[in-house]
């Protein structure tokens, strides 16, 4: 029989092996909270990453469109109108690098049967519309079209001479299968006071269109084509023109003598009224060749 000494060795020896399985169950404890606060730590850190990246890769993303976007053109398809043209002058869009050249000109050479008309195009002024001129040209796009439409105003205090042309169907409604975007001036003239005074009283902007200016026709924004006029007199029109250029002297004299032969007036197709101003040059105008020189 154990003496009582013996009793409280053993007892000593339980309260101690107690203690040690107690320590080592909280040892394991401190282990498995530290383990868990360091599993929610990563997980947490690939959360928050992966929302990082996410958000990062959206941000460089939005950048490169915008990025791309300015230095790029919006030219569109217009496929109603490609339908429209023949086969020969279904020419596609136009090239459309990053980086659209913006400085330099382009030396452009219409043959016409009233006679030549150089022009320069300004790459500065109107990027993409030069590089779709271009484009244009390269195609043989404009030869064998006629200048379909002759504009003049005579009435003070308004003002206005221009000779349209680069319609392939010569109507005033064709175009070349596409569009390209707006590059709107921002460095014209205001007209006389009194032209000012009356846009204004119809809700309008006026500018000057200097003798001597190329620009291009449209239909509304965005809506360029092919079609362009060339400005024989100061003419008085809201800033809604592409300006790409300039007309030589040898081209100008082409122009004035087609302008003074006159004009074979139409008719306005909602009133039904003559319009004496507005009608096809009475002397043809015909661009049997055009070509630009090599930028």
């Known amino acids: 029989m154990p003496t009582n000494e013996q009793r409280r060795a053993s007892a000593k020896r339980k309260l101690a092996h107690r203690n040690e399985r107690a320590a080592i169950r909280a040892k394991r404890r401190k282990r498995l909270l530290i383990f868990s606060a360091l599993g ?91 590089q779709s001129i271009q484009h244009l040209l390269d195609k043989g796009f404009y030869d064998n079209t006629k200048c379909h439409r002759e504009m003049v105003a005579e009435q003070k205090p308004l003002s206005a001479g221009i000779l349209q042309c680069g319609d392939p169907l010569g109507t005033g409604a064709g175009g070349p299968g596409y569009t390209s975007p707006d590059e709107l001036p921002k460095d014209l003239k205001n007209p006389p006071p009194e032209v000012v005074k009356l846009a204004q009283a119809q809700g309008q902007q006026m500018r000057v269109y200097p003798r001597g200016t190329i620009a291009m026709a449209n239909s509304g924004k965005n809506t360029n084509g092919s079609q362009f006029f060339l400005v024989f007199k100061d003419t008085y029109l809201p800033p809604n023109y592409n300006v790409f250029g300039t007309i030589g002297e040898a081209g100008l004299r082409t122009i004035d003598a087609v302008a003074k032969a006159g004009i074979k007036p139409s008719t306005d197709p909602q009133t039904g009224q003559p319009t004496p101003g507005d009608g096809e040059p009475k002397k043809p105008v015909t661009i049997t060749k055009a070509t630009a020189a090599k930028s």
């Open 40 to 130: 929610l730590v990563v997980v947490v850190l690939v959360v928050v990453g992966i929302v990082w990246w996410n958000n990062h890769q959206a941000k460089v993303r939005a950048e490169r469109e915008a990025d791309i976007r300015a230095h790029t053109c919006a030219y569109k398809a217009n496929e109603a109108e490609k339908k429209q043209l023949p086969k020969n002058k279904q020419i596609g869009l136009p090239p459309n690098p990053y980086g659209t050249p913006k400085k330099g000109t382009v030396q452009v050479d219409f043959q016409t049967t009233a006679g030549p008309i150089p022009v320069t195009m300004d790459r500065a002024e109107a990027p993409c519309t030069v």
